[in-house]
């Protein structure tokens, strides 16, 4: 059926001729059943956009009907119809979520008004959830790239502390994808219908930044020429986060760590305190236990915020994880920069890999698109990399050797690189055989070559990655 079909359920064949006539005639396609059951067959082969009933018939009733659409398609929408003298049978079905009902006779244009009316809110209900799956997808865990075991140890604590109102404290390098970090949790918790409201607690002035956080009252500081919400209220019911929490001044620290324990706040200049409900979590590049050693950081709030601590790992951490970010990249640039035919080639990725990334994913998120928008060719070349990446694969090279006097076995070193190169790329043959600059296929060979092959695996060492 198309997303404008009706089934119309009455025992009564008249009125089912009569019916489907006006609403065939108003532009819907209209299917028709005699009882319930058979109703149930035809949504279970081809639901439609909306369901009219009767409420009494022989067998089962439209009320039945109704509990067990709601149970099977819970966003089809249901209207009832009913006789006078059953009204209040349908107020009841109104109230087990009928979308809503007409009375007998049906006055047809109260008919096509409620049709209309019930198939545009099924429409929006169908938007709202189109745009709500596009938003986990943008915020969601599934918009953090990456597979290497640490991130899905950090991945797998996070989603399990999002159900939970527990502060959460992030420790990472800059650029390690905190903030879509703190807002996938959001995104994955209760609260995920209210704010997410960010504040960098090192990008605002230390004067100003009590005021920016819990707000202030008119006349309270040079300036303050009106009332102004804060932070803290503007995220009320939903999730507040703190980056660098390390730069907040002390008598600041104060203030945060009696909204944790209480749950209260107090605006510059006000007399009186106030209740406020949010989620925290905060994150921070610094060392913060070095930090309470210097007294800069309060250690009772360093507890407090750290209940679930959670460590990203910087990008050079998981090498094993960057062709798949260099690819996600390189396709949103091609697009957001109207490139859509350039290519990359697979063998520039080692100097992806090779390379320290001091600002992490953002450094990579920025020279991947600068690349596309500076390569001359349709295809990038190594002379299209930026010199700090080209230099990056003969310093991966350099491997310190201290040859033992005794001498070595060359087979045994080969055989151990080999193995050092599958562990970080988690196993993966294609990934390994990147990073040595050798084909998979000599990969293999060489595998099969030392008897090499993961522990705790039945497969040989030529299994496929
Ligand atoms: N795992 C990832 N997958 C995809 N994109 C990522 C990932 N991690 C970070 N990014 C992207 O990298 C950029 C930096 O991420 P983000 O702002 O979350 O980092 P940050 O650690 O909060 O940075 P800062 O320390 O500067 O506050 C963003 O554009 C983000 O979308």
């Known amino acids: 059926m198309t997303a404008q079909s009706i089934l119309l359920v009455d025992d009564d064949e008249n009125l089912r001729w009569v019916v489907q006539t006006q609403l065939e005639d108003a532009g819907y396609s209209v299917k028709t059943a005699g009882s319930a059951e058979e109703a149930l067959t035809i949504v279970g082969n081809q639901p439609p956009a909306l369901v009219l009933t009767d409420l009494r018939m022989p067998g089962l009733s439209g009320i039945e009907l109704l509990r067990q659409l709601r149970e099977s398609h819970p966003d089809l929408p249901v209207v009832i119809v009913t006789a006078f003298g059953t009204i209040q049978n349908a107020v009841e079905a109104v109230k087990s979520g009928a979308y809503d009902y007409l009375t007998k006779p049906i006055d047809f244009e109260e008919l096509n008004l409620l049709v209309r009316r019930a198939l545009e809110h099924s429409r929006l209900v169908e938007e709202v959830r189109t745009l709500r799956t596009n938003l986990d997808r943008k915020y969601g865990f599934e918009s953090i790239i990456g597979q290497s075991e640490t991130l899905l140890t950090v991945l797998d604590m996070a989603s399990r502390a999002a159900q939970t109102n527990s502060t959460i404290l992030i420790r990472a390098e800059t650029g390690t994808g905190k903030e879509l970090l703190a807002r996938a949790i959001h995104q994955n918790s209760p609260r995920k219908e209210r704010a997410f409201v960010t504040i960098n607690c090192g990008a605002i002035p230390r004067d100003l930044l009590e005021s920016e956080l819990f707000g202030h009252v008119k006349g309270s500081f040079t300036g303050a020429v009106s009332h102004q919400q804060g932070k803290v209220e503007l995220a009320s019911g939903g999730t507040l986060f703190l980056d660098e929490i390390g730069e907040l001044p002390m008598e600041v620290q104060a203030k945060l760590l009696r909204l944790i324990q209480q749950g209260e706040i107090e605006k510059v200049g006000a007399a009186a305190v106030s209740r406020v409900d949010v989620r925290i979590i905060a994150a921070t590049h610094r060392n913060l236990q070095a930090m309470i050693e210097d007294a800069a950081f309060r250690e009772d709030l360093y507890y407090r915020l750290a209940v679930i601590p959670l460590e990203l790992p910087p990008l050079r951490e998981r090498a094993e994880d960057i062709p798949e970010l260099v690819q996600s990249f390189f396709l949103k640039s091609k697009e957001k920069v109207g490139r859509p035919d350039l290519i990359l080639p697979g063998r520039l990725i080692p100097f992806f890999q090779s390379y320290r990334w001091p600002g992490n994913i953002r450094e990579l998120e920025n020279i991947v698109e600068r690349i596309v928008v500076l390569s001359r060719g349709n295809t990038i070349t190594e002379?299209?990399?930026?010199?700090?990446?080209?230099?990056?694969?003969?310093?991966?090279?350099?491997?310190?050797?201290?040859?033992?006097?005794?001498?070595?076995?060359?087979?045994?070193?080969?055989?151990?690189?080999?193995?050092?190169?599958?562990?970080?790329?988690?196993?993966?043959?294609?990934?390994?055989?990147?990073?040595?600059?050798?084909?998979?296929?000599?990969?293999?060979?060489r595998m099969e070559k030392h008897g090499i092959r993961r522990k705790g695996s039945d497969a040989g060492p030529a299994e496929r990655s």
């Open 383 to 445: 002379e299209d990399l930026p010199e700090m990446i080209r230099k990056a694969r003969p310093a991966a090279a350099a491997v310190s050797l201290d040859l033992p006097a005794q001498g070595l076995s060359l087979d045994s070193v080969e055989k151990e690189l080999i193995v050092k190169a599958l562990e970080m790329s988690n196993w993966n043959q294609t990934h390994a055989a990147r990073y040595l600059d050798i084909s998979r296929k000599t990969l293999i060979y």
